[in-house]
Structure formats: C-alpha cells, structure tokens
C-alpha cells in the first residue's frame, strides 16, 4: 500500500474520523460551516477580482478594496481550510481514489499559485494602475484564472458526494 493511501486509510480508521463519520450532526455542520468559509473566501475574492475586470466598484482603488476584504478572505481561509481538513478525515480513504477529490485538491494548489505570481509581479506595481477602472491586461487574466480556478474547486468539491 503507498504510503499517502496508508496515511489516509489511518486517518479514516481513527477515533476522530469515525467519529466525525458516524455522528448524525457533525459531519453535516462542518460541512456547513465548510461552505460558509468558502463563501467569505471566494466572495472577498471574487469582489477584488470583479473590481480588476472593471465590473463593479470602478471608482474604488484596488488597494483600498484589497486592504478592506483581506481580513475576511484570510478568515475564510482558515474556516475553509480547517473544516475541509475535518470533511477529509472523516473520508480520507473514500477520497484517496475519488477523481473529483483528486481535481479540486489539483485545482487548490493552482489556485494558490495564482495569486503568489499576481502579488509577486503585477500588484508590486499597482500605484501605477489601480486608479484605472479597468486593470492592465496581466491583471485581468490573473482574475479571470482566480475565478474559473474557484469556480472548479466548488464544482469538483460538490461532484465529490457523486463518485
């Protein structure tokens, strides 16, 4: 057996993933409280990105509406990231072989490269271009990449229940 399947299949059989498994409540509430997350998550960030397509808040500097919804977005994070670890354990050997599991934790990990390339690049110069109600190109094609990336992760989350 590989040792990520092993590793899984230890977290499916122990005390907390059984539990969390077999409780009438507790898988159903994270799992509320993970869709809450991602909606703090990805609407914060959904705001910024439709802000740097020119779609909503034009007159708003980028920054202003960056330093205003971090907080919640990385409030989001947190609840996301940990009720999801919860979801996991409780199914982690399920999720092991499960294709739409395997996209989204894929789709995750593109999406975090994302913005580390967007903060690293074109935002280091946003003073130039935030005024401008709609960003430079580099910009645009950053949010629309956060937004179909987001848009994947919530559909392979919800087609993890159907395989």
């Given at each position: 057996m590989p040792l990520l399947q092993h590793i899984c299949q230890l977290l499916y059989d122990s005390h907390v993933g059984t539990a969390i498994r077999e409780s009438d409540n507790a898988f159903p509430i994270i799992e509320s409280v993970h869709v809450l997350g991602i909606t703090l998550l990805v609407g914060t960030i959904a705001l910024l990105d439709l802000r740097m397509l020119g779609l909503v808040l034009r007159p708003i500097p980028i920054t202003r509406i960056a330093r205003t919804v971090f907080p919640l977005t990385w409030s989001g994070f947190v609840v996301m990231f940990t009720s999801?670890?919860?979801?996991?354990?409780?199914?982690?050997?399920?999720?092991?072989?499960?294709?739409?599991?395997?996209?989204?934790?894929?789709?995750?990990a593109l999406v975090g490269i994302n913005p580390l390339i967007f903060h690293t690049t074109i935002y280091r110069r946003v003073h130039e271009w935030e005024a401008l109600t709609i960003s430079p190109w580099r910009a645009r094609a950053a949010a629309i990449a956060s937004l179909t990336l987001w848009s994947g992760i919530i559909i392979a989350g919800r087609a993890i229940a159907y395989f």
């Open positions: 999801g670890f919860l979801l996991f354990w409780a199914e982690a050997a399920k999720n092991y072989s499960n294709p739409a599991f395997r996209v989204k934790l894929i789709l995750l």
